[in-house]
């Protein structure tokens, strides 16, 4: 089966030592990498450190440009920032506890599971036995979650629609400002050139 799995670590060290050895072992009996990213959140933004592709989905070999590179885009872009933002906030208040723990979404456990300074590795996998891959990361201290490739397909072209809405919104509420600003200074420059005329017919 087709799986994009998240591994978080408590140990930033291990998670680097993790990648290598999944990198250095990518394709066997028991499953198969074609890609693979590591994430961090540093300052409440979570960016890439280092990925791997087999090339399968890019002529010069990023990982960038395929479902992993999408992925960490969206964890790390403005929707990634709110989701997590709105999910610190509300954990322990009005939000209970299945809520703060609902893995049915990557996007919105990645936001709460990656806090300020977690470390992870989102990969897509192939794997023919889920009990072999999770055996080469017994030695680290880790969470491993699994999601079915195709559900995050969706996710994630349902969640750049949504930035690409987001990002619209932002810039209608910026022209808007703007145009604001500059009729309030058309009124005063209005009001300047009134107050002259005024002025003038004072002295007459």
């Known amino acids: 089966m087709e799986n994009v799995v998240m591994i978080t670590f408590d140990v930033e060290a ?3 030592q993790a990648f290598s050895q999944l990198k250095n072992d990518s394709v066997n009996s028991a499953y ?5 990213a590591v994430i961090k959140n540093g300052d409440g933004k979570i960016v890439p450190v280092d990925g791997f592709d087999s090339g399968i989905d890019s002529t010069d070999d990023t990982w960038t440009g395929g479902l992993i590179g999408s992925v960490v885009g969206i964890l790390g ?3 990634g ?3 997590g933002a709105s999910i610190g906030l509300l954990t322990g208040s009005i939000m209970d506890a299945n809520d703060a723990d609902d893995n049915s979404s990557l996007i919105l456990y990645g936001s709460q599971a990656l806090g300020e300074g977690k470390t992870a590795i989102v990969a897509l996998v192939q794997e023919n036995d ?6 080469r990361l017994a030695d680290y201290q880790c969470t491993i979650t699994r999601w079915d490739a195709g559900e995050i397909a969706d996710e994630v072209e349902q969640a750049e629609q949504e930035q690409k809405q987001l990002a619209k919104e932002a810039r209608e509420k910026l022209r ?3 145009k604001a600003d500059r009729e309030k200074e058309r009124a005063e420059k209005r009001a300047a050139i ?5 002025d003038f017919k004072a002295r007459l």
């Open 14 to 16: 291990q998670a680097y």
């Open 32 to 36: 198969t990498i074609l890609q693979m």
């Open 77 to 79: 872009g403005p929707l």
């Open 81 to 83: 920032v709110l989701l």
């Open 130 to 135: 889920e009990k072999a891959f999770d055996l």
């Open 176 to 178: 808007a400002q703007k």
């Open 194 to 198: 009134h107050q002259k005329f005024e």
